[in-house]
T-cell receptor, first 112, second 112 residues
Framework: ELKVEQNPLFLSMQEGKNYTIYCNYS?????LYWYRQDPGKSLESLFV?????AVKQEGRLMASLDTKARLSTLHITAAVHDLSATYFC????????????FGKGTHLIIQP | DAGITQSPRHKVTETGTPVTLRCHQT?????MYWYRQDPGHGLRLIHY???????DKGEVSDGYSVSRSKTEDFLLTLESATSSQTSVYFC???????????FGSGTRLTVV
């Protein structure tokens, strides 16, 4: 059974600081997804990582995937308040047939 | 999200009543999924479909049934609603080809 673990589950940080969210998973996969969710809203796709060593960046967010370690990271650079949200990682091991398995999410609060 | 709609957006129902949630897509995607989201659990897969009349159980399928009689519609039925089924329900779609998943806006269901 695939397990996806995120840490930390809760993070409070100050604007301007850097931090990393970690996502570990238990079964071999080379398809990992990062989503953002604002309160009361749906999931917004941030990154899709499809191979070992994949790195993607968008603004202050950068995601990477190490399939050998079964680890993905979401790095936040010089955080700003607008990045406050809940971030989820999710793993696909079946090419869509069985859906995504999600981590529990990281609730990120960035204080001015 | 464009191409996928959920209805209703909000519903309050009484314990023991049947409830049906609808997911409608205009993308002609093969795969459709129902997830529930609860605090501290992330999103958990209830049921999924890989084609018309082809469905399978997910992680938390007890108390739920689904039907897909047309490519565009995926219905989730709570046969006899219980308070433990109070949750936010998300539908998602995927073509299985481009590695993308699109999520609906969600249905907030309260069972009293």
């Amino acid at each position: 059974e695939l397990k996806v673990e995120q840490n930390p589950l809760f993070l409070s940080m100050q604007e301007g600081k850097n931090y990393t969210i970690y996502c570990n998973y238990s079964t071999t996969s080379d398809r990992l997804y990062w989503y953002r969710q604002d309160p009361g809203k749906s999931l917004e796709s941030l990154f899709v990582l499809l191979s070992n060593g994949a790195v993607k960046q968008e603004g202050r967010l950068m995601a990477s995937l190490d399939t050998k370690a079964r680890l993905s990271t979401l790095h936040i650079t010089a955080a700003v308040h607008d990045l406050s949200a809940t971030y989820f990682c999710a793993v696909d091991i079946s090419g869509g047939a069985d859906g995504l398995t999600f981590g529990k999410g990281t609730h990120l609060i960035i204080q001015p | 999200d464009a191409g996928i709609t959920q209805s209703p957006r909000h519903k309050v129902t009484e314990t023991g009543t049947p409830v049906t949630l609808r997911c409608h897509q205009t993308e002609n995607h093969r795969y459709m999924y129902w997830y529930r989201q609860d605090p501290g659990h992330g999103l958990r897969l209830i049921h999924y479909s890989y084609g018309v009349k082809d469905t399978d159980k997910g992680e938390v399928s007890d108390g739920y049934s689904v039907s897909r009689s047309k490519t565009e519609d995926f219905l989730l039925t709570l046969e006899s609603a219980t308070s433990s089924q109070t949750s936010v329900y998300f539908c998602a779609i995927s073509s299985g080809l481009d590695y993308g998943y699109t999520f609906g806006s969600g249905t907030r269901l309260t069972v009293v």
